[in-house]
């Protein structure tokens, strides 16, 4: 076959497939010809050496976006979010809180570093998926030991890529979080996953029950010495803490173990009669996925442990405490999802950089007298903290253990502490 070639160059001359070339004194001609370097099968259909679009998101919105697939294969639905991290996808991709959502990746390049087993945060991947612009063709990192995609595909999580992921996180800004499907299935049509995307909800479904351990176990792993920070002035005493795993980060767990806590992970349905029998110095109610008002079950174990120990709640722990001393939480427009939003500490005035992953908050107009607004987001004003020191209460609606994410509210865990060993000195 022949190609046909273009120049702007004014002393060039086209003339089909050939190139005239005008220098001042003559003209020279030269014949360019393409030829296959393999012969085409009889179908005379050509593989193409790329991979071409065979993935589609289609939103409740009405808008169909064509991607690239890779992980795993199939149909799946999900809420849409996106996440603005620079680094940490392994960690997102296992952190229970994304049951039941599809997490757009703010930064394009993804997949370079691979994966590799000690950032797991939890037994498994419990998002509906995940859509990045750029899928790195190689891994590079000491630490890797799978690339991303046969990672997704072994645990059967989709993924996409080549999508405009600019595009989808304004939209989601501007609109909210929005409800997607996800295909790889050729047969089905625009207008069924469509259909599929404004039929499904998220809001008052119990995510937890499906994310949460079925039976306690005890904790002992630390984070590693050549990880740790913040080790100078550390309690060298032991402290018992009970542990609800409404969706628990396993790195949250080992702060607590490098604080001096020995800990006892015990499943979302554990009874509060059962909690206050193992005589904890102290109780946490973990993060965890979905919407507070769908576990009322949660709520009322948390209304009879408070006041009778101190508890620390993070992320759905805050917002299960916050409605079980009579206030109300509402979902936001698009949530929290990153490692880089400003929280101000109203005690001391300091301004932390965060980890937040939530898609409902607080409303601190319908709490009680005598709950304390400790921080709040410098994004949009939304309540990020509270403590009820009558009822030694302290809770964080971020994660202060990041992973990812920067480590400036690490030491809330020695504040947790602090509020066990005021307790355990007044018996």
Known sequence: MDCALRTHNP??????????LKPLSKVRAFTVKCSSSSAAPSSGVVERPWKVAD??????????????????SGTQ?????FNTSLTGYQEILTDPSYAGQ???????HIGNTGVNYDDEESRQCFLAGLVIRSLSISTSNWRCTETLGDYLASRNIMGIYDVDTRAITRRL?????????????????????????????????????GVS?????????????????????????????????????????????????KITVVPSTWPASETLKMKPDGVLFSNGPGDPSAVPYAVETVKEIIGKVPVFGICMGHQLLGQALGGRTFKMKFGHHGGNHPVRNLRNGSVEISAQNHNYAVDPKSLPEGVEVTHINLNDGSCAGLAFPQQKLMALQYHPEASPGPHDSDNVFGEFVQLMKKERGKA
């Open 11 to 20: 002393s060039v001359a086209i003339q089909n497939s050939l190139i005239y």
């Open 55 to 72: 993935a589609r998101l289609v939103l409740e919105d009405g808008s169909i976006w064509r991607a690239k697939s890779f992980g795993a």
């Open 77 to 81: 639905v999900g809420e849409v979010v």
């Open 102 to 108: 599809f997490v757009l990746m703010t930064n394009p």
């Open 173 to 209: 800004r501007e609109d909210g979080s929005l409800i997607g499907v996800l295909t790889t299935e050729e047969h089905k049509t625009d207008e069924e996953l469509l259909e599929m995307s404004r039929t499904w909800d998220i809001v008052g479904v119990d995510l937890i029950s």
């Open 213 to 261: 351990c079925k039976a306690p176990y005890e904790w002992v792993d630390k984070t590693r010495s050549a990880w740790d920070f913040n080790i100078n002035g550390r309690s060298q005493e032991t402290y018992n803490v009970v542990a609800y795993d409404f969706g628990i980060k396993q790195n949250i767990l080992r702060r607590l173990a490098s604080y001096g806590c």
